[in-house]
């Protein structure tokens, strides 16, 4: 038969098969083989990111033995009364710290607009790849409940999401940031090369940000944000980060270095929200409060809100 004619043992077992021969009677059937897939080994942080990490690990451990980061959130030693709300609320809702200046972001802080979002708000987180896998998860639980809270005060629809989402929040070590334009570019298209490489050389200086962006012909209403944050930060400078940048990127664009107890003040007393700031978001989502109030404006609104939420203090 022309189909045997190769040399080599499969030609001469085919043979022998053909013509009834028993060659192996006692062989037995091969075990499946083992085909789990061994996963790669996680990227570790580069040198000069473990240097960031220590820096910023310094930088958390001398502001706790300062007395600084805390997180009862003020007490006896931080009273504020009806008027120090007005006030704060004015300045932080309806200023701003930064202007946008040949497609870059300054430090100029100038009066503004009431801005605030409108519809559903989407938190989805961008881990890089060097974050640990129990970090990822952790810090994914303490966004959704982050997210719950400022859904119960602002009475605005957040929830967490693994797509799609409108405000981004990228955990990132420095090596991530600076590739991370390509993607940038992607979540918002049409953004400036200015922005993108600001974030992407972010100064080390700069803990965390975040960059909010008004709805495409509707003015003073917020439609997406990108919020940056340090993947070299050790956890309660971490967890600071994630406080400030979403509720400002809620529509409380400015800080103010008398605002206490308060996250929206320069001065790291405070790590996470307080029972001041849930009153500024209360009052920032107010419908009474008409988007694109000025100054003058929103203290004549404020005064009102402020005597209904502290009953009336002076």
């Known amino acids: 038969m022309t189909m045997f004619r190769r ?12 013509s009834g021969c028993d060659l192996f009677p006692t062989s037995p059937v091969p075990a499946p083989r083992d085909v789990t897939t061994v996963p790669e080994p996680k990227p570790e942080p580069s040198p000069r990111s473990q240097d960031l990490a220590a820096y910023y690990s310094n930088v ?9 980061l805390r997180v009862d959130g003020g007490g006896p030693d931080t009273p504020f009364s009806k008027r120090q709300v007005v006030n704060n609320f004015v300045r932080i809702a309806a200023y701003n710290e930064f202007s946008l200046l040949n497609g870059q972001l300054v430090e100029t802080p100038s009066a503004s607009l009431i801005k605030r979002w409108s519809g559903p708000i989407r938190m989805q987180t961008h881990f890089g790849e060097t974050v640990p896998e129990d970090r990822k998860a952790s810090d994914t639980d303490l966004i959704g409940g982050y997210a719950a809270r400022l859904a119960n005060l602002t009475g605005q629809d957040i929830r967490p999401t693994g797509a799609s989402g409108n ?5 990132l070590d420095v090596d991530a940031l600076e590739g991370f334009g390509p993607k940038l570019k992607t979540l918002f298209p049409g953004l400036s090369e200015g922005i993108v490489s600001q974030i992407a050389t972010m100064p080390r200086d700069v803990y965390c940000a ?13 439609g997406s944000a990108i919020a940056i944050v340090r993947a070299e930060h050790p956890d309660l400078l971490r967890q600071s980060c994630y406080h400030e940048e979403i509720a400002q990127g809620l ?11 308060s996250i929206f003040n320069d001065d790291n007393e405070f790590a996470l929200l ?25 203290r004549q609104v ?8 502290l009953d009336g203090e002076s």
């Open 210 to 222: 975040v960059y909010v962006f008004e709805m495409q012909g509707q003015p003073n209403t917020l």
């Open 167 to 171: 405000f981004h929040i990228a955990v």
């Open 274 to 298: 307080t029972r001041h700031d849930e009153l500024l978001l209360d009052m920032l989502y107010d419908e009474r409060l008409p988007l694109g109030a000025n100054p003058t404006q929103v």
């Open 60 to 68: 958390q451990q001398r502001l706790l033995s300062q007395g600084l």
């Open 7 to 18: 040399t080599g043992a499969l030609s001469l077992c085919a043979a022998l098969l053909v």
């Open 302 to 309: 404020a005064e009102v809100l402020a005597a209904e939420l």
């Open 251 to 261: 529509g409380l664009n400015n800080d103010s270095a008398v605002a206490r107890p």
